[in-house]
């Protein structure tokens, strides 16, 4: 399996990147770089999150997106002007879109894979899951769910006026902004967990280095236990000499200094 990882993790690093930009988006650029850094993970595919208006996609099949025409793509805020002008290029169904930040990772163990769910989940991104295939292959899916998707025009035509753009255009900003708390949400959890996980796995090989308050703690107990019994080893003996000695000269039931300095000891 390390083997069959590594090898897998190589070939994906090393291939030509098939995306429309050709390259990992600016805004998590420091996300994909930490986790490929990693031995234990790498990204097989990844987005930002994006704005995007469609022409020719009335509905969401994988054939008519990849036969429809991209008249407008942004990975950052719009502005309505934006979309108004890339509409005037529209000859068939345009649909606005939202598509929050989406990002595959491939890990070496079924735990690492939990890891990065539990941190995607924490992070904002409930719609995020893990599968297995046949090939062992273990993959999580960091998703989100506040997406957006709205039809604009059919046949060429506007179906909707310019305020309603303008409006649309605002929706599609603040979910832009939410996007990219939850992607540095994200990287800092990840940080947090990567960096917890060292130290137990650094804990669990290295058993024998206890901190020193707790060898401290055991050296002062023994300490302790010794002076206790010491001390009734010394009343021990001196009710045996007591007892001894009732017949000698004086009152032996009366203490003497050292006695009753041994009593309080």
């Known amino acids: 399996m390390e083997k069959s990882f590594a090898q897998w993790k190589k070939q994906c690093l090393n291939k030509v990147d098939l995306s ?72 068939g169904d345009a649909v606005l879109k939202f598509e929050p930040f989406v990002l595959h990772v491939q890990c070496r163990r079924l735990e690492d894979a939990q890891l ?8 904002g991104f409930r719609n995020s899951g893990l599968t297995v295939g046949k090939t062992g292959k273990i993959i999580t899916a960091i998703r989100s769910t506040h997406g957006l998707e709205v039809p604009l025009s059919h046949d060429g035509t506007l179906l909707i006026p310019q305020e309603y753009i303008t409006y649309l255009t605002q929706v599609a900003n603040q979910k832009m902004e939410e996007n990219h708390r939850r992607i540095s949400r994200f990287y800092q959890n ?50 045996q000499h007591e007892t001894d000695g009732c017949h000698g000269d004086g009152d032996s039931s009366v203490p003497g200094l050292e006695d009753c300095l041994d009593l309080f000891t």
């Open 20 to 91: 429309k930009k050709g390259a990992v988006d600016e805004a998590i650029e420091h996300v994909v770089s930490l986790l490929n850094s990693r031995e234990e993970f790498f990204t097989t595919s990844s987005c930002s999150g994006r704005v995007i208006l469609i022409d020719g996609a009335p509905e969401s099949s994988a054939v008519q997106k990849q036969n429809c025409a991209w008249l407008f793509v942004s990975h950052h805020k719009c502005t309505s002007e934006d979309l108004l002008s890339a509409l005037a290029g529209c000859s």
């Open 116 to 123: 990065m769910h539990s941190v995607a989940i924490d992070s």
């Open 190 to 239: 990840l940080q947090s967990a990567l960096l917890t996980e060292k130290r137990q796995r650094f804990q669990i090989q290295d058993p024998r280095d206890a901190p020193e308050t707790e060898k401290g703690t055991d050296e002062e107990e023994e300490k302790e236990e010794r002076k206790k019994t010491s001390v009734y080893k010394r009343r021990r003996k001196r009710e």
